[in-house]
T-cell receptor, first 113, second 114 residues
Framework: GNSVTQMEGPVTLSEEAFLTINCTYT??????LFWYVQYPGEGLQLLLK?????DKGSNKGFEATYRKETTSFHLEKGSVQVSDSAVYFC????????????FGRGTSLIVHP | SAVISQKPSRDICQRGTSLTIQCQVD?????MFWYRQQPGQSLTLIAT?????????ESGFVIDKFPISRPNLTFSTLTVSNMSPEDSSIYLC???????????FGSGTRLTVV
């Protein structure tokens, strides 16, 4: 079945620093790939997605490129803000006969002023 | 994309009591998913709720503890029964936006059992 491996957090950065949160996956075929964000006290929101190899998803200054060679979908942002402090989840859609998506463990990001 | 209204947003409950969480979706959806998120943890799927049939529970979750109702295609409830402090978590409902389009989540219910 599908699986997602995310780097362990928390990731602690100063404002305007560069962010990378690593995500690698195991899947059959070439599924769409997703990043979700969970701000404090809220549910998850879809941040960005990529539907095929070499696609780059982007939103709110965040980017992630679908790398089928390395089965990775790392999340990056060039200059983080305090308001980016949240938990970030990498995810795969359901596969095979399942209707259940696969979420990574989540990586907490803390940005200090 | 669908919008989900989830209530209550938070509650503090006495052990041994029950709490019912509601999710209302602004469009008709076939499946609704209920998750638990323990402090600092990822999402754990509790069950999948289909309209007109019993919910399908994941390993470790049982209907007596987490009864689910799905009376129509826009609404579902999850009850946490006979609560203990170990049930303190965030509970989330979710629906699919369609193949390749990801999922929409409710804002979550933060439950504290004392």
């Amino acid at each position: 079945g599908n699986s997602v491996t995310q780097m362990e957090g928390p990731v602690t950065l100063s404002e305007e620093a560069f962010l990378t949160i690593n995500c690698t996956y195991t899947a059959t075929g070439y599924p769409s790939l997703f990043w979700y964000v969970q701000y404090p006290g809220e549910g998850l929101q879809l941040l960005l997605k990529a539907t095929k190899a070499d696609d780059k998803g982007s939103n709110k200054g965040f980017e992630a490129t679908y790398r089928k060679e390395t089965t990775s979908f790392h999340l990056e942002k060039g200059s983080v803000q305090v308001s980016d402090s949240a938990v970030y989840f990498c995810a795969l859609p359901p596969s095979g006969g399942s209707y259940i998506p696969t979420f990574g463990r989540g990586t907490s990001l803390i940005v200090h002023p | 994309s669908a919008v989900i209204s989830q209530k209550p947003s938070r509650d503090i409950c006495q052990r041994g009591t029950s709490l019912t969480i509601q999710c209302q979706v602004d469009s008709q959806v076939t499946m609704m998913f209920w998750y638990r998120q323990q402090p600092g943890q990822s999402l754990t799927l509790i069950a999948t709720a289909n309209q007109g049939s019993e919910a399908t529970y994941e390993s470790g979750f049982v209907i007596d503890k987490f009864p689910i109702s799905r009376p129509n295609l826009t609404f579902s409830t999850l009850t946490v029964s006979n609560m203990s402090p170990e049930d303190s978590s965030i509970y989330l409902c979710s629906v699919s936006q369609g193949a390749g389009d990801g999922y929409t989540f409710g804002s979550g219910t933060r439950l504290t059992v004392v």
